[in-house]
């Protein structure tokens, strides 16, 4: 993966009207199978399949995902619940078992 | 007990709710992926599923969605791009820890319709659809 060397960078900021709002870039080629590369043969199907993300210690979301997310998938949502401090942790797993975590505690609006 | 209460306390039980999506994935068009996450019937065209797509979009590689839903027995967010070479592009299991609201970006192989599908907790499926022109396509094929 050449995008592999960055890191996914997560965030966690409560919201001034309550709930706290995650961001996640995660670093992924998230190739198709369809892509031909430099030499015109095709580039293997390789792709994030899981994406998990805990609250404290709640499993908050489970996403599966095929190819067709993009590379270097972003996804931004809220946590009702959450608060400043709390621990957000995910983890992605992708079709080669490769898999990364990053965690992140919940700061201030 | 509500349905609301119903639907959290059978997401509580992690049961039915991890749907086995790999068949989904394997499938190459809406139908077939949808039978195969075990949704029951025609999903039901309801303004209680909100799609935000833009309507052309540029890149293909980075078509940027809201999925969202107001329903308040929702299981599972289910995109689907009936134009793409693999049409499940993804399934989002809920919790009562999060707000029914994602933001992700997608590739879009070419001008597609954009499904939506909200499964309910009795299985049963809601949708919005909305079509997005594609200038380029994102999925590198040929």
Known sequence: MATD????????????DGGVQ??????????????????GARVPRRHIHTVTVWLNDAVALRAQWGPGVARDPFMQFT????????????????????SRSAQTAVVAA | MSTRRAALATLAAGWPLALHAADAFAARDV?????????????????????????VA??????????????????????????????????????PLLVPRIELRIKMAQASPVR???????????????????????????
């Open chain 1, 5 to 16: 060397a960055l890191p996914m960078r997560l965030r966690a900021q409560a919201l001034a």
């Open chain 2, 116 to 142: 939506l599908v909200v499964r309910l907790a009795d299985g049963r499926a809601l949708v919005a659809s909305k079509q997005v022109a594609v200038i380029q396509g994102g999925c590198g094929g040929d």
């Open chain 2, 58 to 95: 540029e890149n293909g590689a980075v078509v940027p969605l809201t999925l969202a839903t107001s329903a308040p027995d929702a299981t599972h967010l289910i995109l689907l791009v009936d134009g793409n070479p693999v049409p499940l592009v993804a399934v989002h299991e809920l919790t």
């Open chain 1, 22 to 39: 995650v961001r996640v870039l995660m670093r992924h080629d998230m190739e198709t199978g369809q892509r031909r590369g430099e030499d």
């Open chain 1, 79 to 98: 946590l009702p619940s959450a608060k400043v401090g709390d621990a957000v942790r995910l983890r992605w797993e992708d079709t080669a078992g490769e």
């Open chain 2, 31 to 55: 139908a077939g992926a949808l039978a195969a996450l075990g949704v029951a019937g025609e999903p039901r065209p309801s303004a209680l599923v909100h799609l935000t797509a833009p309507d």
